[in-house]
């Protein structure tokens, strides 16, 4: 690994910095554009260590998760810049294919936000359960308390997802939790528990409110 100064050139497809490196593309995660950086290589991944200069494009992330959860990439872009760089993902993609078509300006497709996740389960190191996301290209779990791109229909996932967390981790240390949002209330998965288990959470009060169905997969 070697520590070296960077200049970001472009964002990649999945959102990451692009600087070229002595031997090919670098990739640093959570860097911008016309950005000079401090990062750590190895290979064609880099970790930035520091920003020498900032992109005016720049952004205070609105997550106090971002940067450790693996869930979004570009919450420091710029609203704009953010759409024209994600328009030009769809036009290069049908340019490789021989495709003329024209494309119209992004069209925000997030709405209330998302109506489904997957929580991981983990058992940690206090001998308690930690309930979150991945970090990202990492086993590594980052446990959350609220998750901001959520719609306001998932807000008692996460409680009931703690909840159920709290019961199944003695038998199971690691496991996961999909929520979705149905029109009757919350749908759980609950995936990788083992069957062996009595079942005291059919009288939580906090699981019969909120969700209206669970299986176990």
Known sequence: MARISLDIGSLG?????????QNG??????????????????????????????????????CPYFGRCGGCSLQHFHRRPYEAWKRSLIISAL????????????????????????????????????IGFMAARSHELVGIDACLVLAPQMHAALPAGSA????????????????????????????????????????LPILRANMISAAFL
């Open 164 to 203: 159920l967390a709290d019961i199944f981790i003695a038998g199971t240390h690691s496991f996961d939790l999909q929520f979705t949002a149905v029109s009757g209330g919350l749908d759980c998965d609950i995936r990788g528990v083992k069957r062996s288990f009595n079942r005291p959470w059919l009288s």
């Open 13 to 21: 497809r999945l959102g990451e910095g692009v600087a070229q490196g």
């Open 95 to 130: 340019m490789k294919y021989g495709v003329s078509a024209m494309v119209g300006p992004l069209v925000a497709g997030h709405g209330a936000g998302r109506r489904r996740v997957i929580f991981h389960v983990r058992l940690g190191d206090t001998g308690k359960p930690e």
């Open 25 to 62: 593309p670098v990739f640093v995660p959570f860097t911008l554009p016309g950005e000079k950086i401090e990062a750590d290589v190895e290979g064609d991944r880099g970790t930035v260590i520091a920003l020498q200069h900032i992109s005016p494009e720049r952004v205070s992330p609105p």
